[in-house]
């Protein structure tokens, strides 16, 4: 397995999600109320170098990161695309599961799935009479 340092847009993506009100709920509940978005970005991105520096056995860096917004409309399931990069590249170190970065992850992957279009509308519980209406094209 490999690892990278993300680009700092990518973390601008997922924050710019993560500033939406129904999103920071999520955080707040996750343990992460409301806070400045460069010092959860400065986080973030930490959390991503201390897995490349455990997986190279290599000094650890810190980038220097300052939020920026991303323009324009942020897309639920690239959030959620964004989300599974952003963790293959940070897991490597043996704290993972226990870090904050990852419970932000978590609060936000159920952030996003709840913004994807027909979540909403789509029944809590399936039963029999749903079959028709649980149809789906692929």
């Avoid at 997922?14 to 010092?39: I, K, M, Y």
Wanted: charged letters at 25%; aromatic letters at 12%.
């Amino acid at each position: 397995m490999s690892a990278f340092l993300v680009d700092a847009a990518h973390i601008d993506y997922l924050l710019t999600f993560a500033q939406s009100p129904r999103v920071r709920d999520e955080l707040t509940w996750a343990g992460h109320p409301d806070t400045d978005a460069t010092v959860l970005g400065e986080m973030l991105w930490a959390e991503n170098a201390r897995s490349v520096a455990y997986r190279y056995r290599a000094p650890e860096i810190r980038p220097a990161y300052t939020f920026r917004r991303w323009p324009g409309p942020v897309n639920p399931v690239w959030v959620l695309k964004a989300i599974a990069c952003y963790e293959y590249q940070s897991c490597e170190h043996p704290e993972w599961q226990q870090s904050a970065a990852y419970r932000i992850m978590r609060a936000l992957e159920g952030a996003a799935i709840a913004a994807l279009p027909g979540w909403a509308e789509a029944p809590w519980g399936i039963a029999r009479d749903d079959r028709v209406k649980a149809r789906v094209r692929v």
